[in-house]
């Protein structure tokens, strides 16, 4: 009998450790939905490398604009962004984590956050290890050559981190109605632009293929010249007089002090009598397009949306 009885304890005994081990062990083996919900990961390849994330990361840094106003949109929370150089439709972020300037990044303080993802631009892309030390980084950048089609890989590739897959497809045909309802506008008219920069005084220009050269590529706005140089981010450096003789009939302009908060002087530089004696001042077609959407973000599903319609303001 008393055999019987130790033997029943045993099993008893063990009986009850299976079972206070056995959720945690599944847990920790991946077990369980939850617990497959949390390990689940995905590589992302990107101009920079390749990085391992998991699924809907709690934590994110970014850095880049484009990528901030496209995860506010599809609803994501973010965690830490440079503050100081927020454009202002981007203010909303003003209290979140500041994690230092767009081309000094506070690593110190990045680590301190132990976020989950890290993404990037071409701002940050020459600290790059640097980034990937703390955490998985991905480069998220705009082929100027590519836009649109690296505007919706970016896109694509947020929705499937963050399990925003049918919202970030819905954004994307939102912004091709767009572009073709403007296009269906360009395709009859023979306006001819130029797209400039401002700062300092000085004056910049760029074409096809540059930062700001989605006007001609992809809106189908045609190029006042095809005689710029190909410098996608910086363009050429132009006078008064090459602006007069290239005589635009619409000039879209950039304030870059503006965007980096030294003064709103595009008007007052570009506006002289040189310029004057153009197709796009006496037809009142200069457009001052907004530096936040084009200078500090652009590649973006809010950015972008608003850089179709400040475009379209050019075509009379």
């Not at 570009?270 to 907004?290: C, G, H, M, P, S």
Request: charged share 25%.
């Amino acid at each position: 009998m008393k055999k019987k009885l130790s033997l029943f304890l045993i099993i008893a005994v063990l009986t009850i450790v299976a079972a206070a081990c056995g959720p945690k062990e599944s847990a920790e083996n991946g077990g369980g939905s939850e617990g497959t919900k949390e390990s689940e990961t995905m590589t992302i390849k990107h101009q920079l490398g390749e990085a391992k994330v998991k699924k809907n990361p709690e934590k994110v840094v970014t850095f880049d604009f484009g990528t901030l106003e496209t995860l506010d949109k599809l609803g994501v929370n973010v965690t830490g962004v440079p503050t100081e150089n927020l454009p202002a439709f981007l203010d909303k972020y003003k209290d979140a984590e500041n994690v230092g300037g767009l081309m000094e990044p506070d690593f110190e303080k990045i680590n301190e956050l132990q976020p989950d993802l890290i993404i990037i631009s071409g701002r940050q892309q020459d600290s790059y290890d640097k980034f990937n030390e703390i955490a998985p980084t991905v480069f998220m950048g705009i082929d100027y050559n590519n836009y649109m089609d690296s505007f919706k890989e970016n896109v694509t590739t947020l929705g499937e981190i963050f399990g925003k897959e049918a919202q970030a497809k819905e954004e994307l045909a939102k912004i091709d109605d767009s572009i073709a309802s403007l296009k269906e506008k360009t395709e009859g008219n023979d306006d001819k632009a130029l797209i400039t920069l401002t700062s300092g005084g000085k004056v910049t220009a760029f074409g096809p293929a540059s930062r700001f050269g989605l006007i001609h590529d992809v809106f189908g706005i045609k190029p006042a010249t095809d005689n710029l140089e190909t410098d996608p981010i910086h363009g050429q450096n132009i006078s008064f007089e090459f602006i007069a003789e290239q005589n635009p009939d619409i000039l879209y302009v950039i304030d870059r002090d503006a965007a980096v908060g030294e003064g709103n002087n595009a008007k007052q530089v570009i506006e002289n009598d040189l310029v004057k004696k153009t197709n796009a001042y006496k037809n009142d077609n200069i457009v001052y397009l907004d530096p936040g959407y084009w200078y500090l973000s652009g590649g973006g599903l809010i950015s972008l949306a608003e850089m179709v319609k400040e475009a379209e303001e050019g075509i009379k």
